[in-house]
């Protein structure tokens, strides 16, 4: 399994996944920023609410809560709670850039055409169009009425 910034590659990922031991666990051996990180996740179960069969989840090696998740934040996957105040990028830009990104999204998205292609993606169910369908196509609309921003600023330097 590998992961990247970008184009570019940063890390590679092996893991193993134990069941059959008495604490099935997930062992998971990589390289984050040239040091070799190599340890250990359990897992836990718990009855599902629905009354048939049961949950698996994480049992974080540091807080050693259960969890669906784990984040990969300073080259450990690890609970949220393991961070203390962690943020997700978009918490870190400034509001004019927010705005910025949030309205020319539709022109840097642009995986909309490819998910359109997909094998198996379905346009209509029932003879409506889906709302995914419908989601994307809105996207696609919006990136193409958008004017280009480089071109735009050409035809003020002129």
């Not at 590679?12 to 390289?31: A, D, G």
């Not at 609410?49 to 690890?78: A, D, H, M, Q």
């Not at 993606?121 to 009425?145: S, W």
Request: glycine share 6%.
């Amino acid at each position: 399994m590998t992961w990247s910034r970008g184009e570019s590659v940063t890390s590679r990922l092996s893991f193993i996944v134990n069941w059959l031991s008495s604490e099935p666990y997930l062992e998971l051996n990589y390289v984050f920023d040239g040091k070799p990180i190599k340890y250990k996740i359990g897992f836990v179960s718990a009855p599902s609410n629905l009354g048939k069969g049961e949950v698996r989840y994480f049992l974080c090696p540091v807080t050693k809560k259960r969890c669906r998740v784990l984040y990969l934040i300073g080259g450990y996957f690890l609970h949220r709670g393991a961070f203390g105040h962690s943020m997700y990028e978009c918490q870190t830009q400034s509001k004019s850039s927010r705005q910025i990104t949030q309205k020319y999204k539709p022109l840097y998205h642009g995986n909309e055409y490819d998910q359109l292609r997909a094998k198996h993606f379905r346009t209509h169910y029932d003879g409506t169009f889906t709302k995914r369908f419908l989601r994307i196509t809105k996207n696609i609309r919006k990136a193409e009425a958008m004017p280009d921003p480089l071109l735009q600023n050409r035809l003020f330097n002129i």
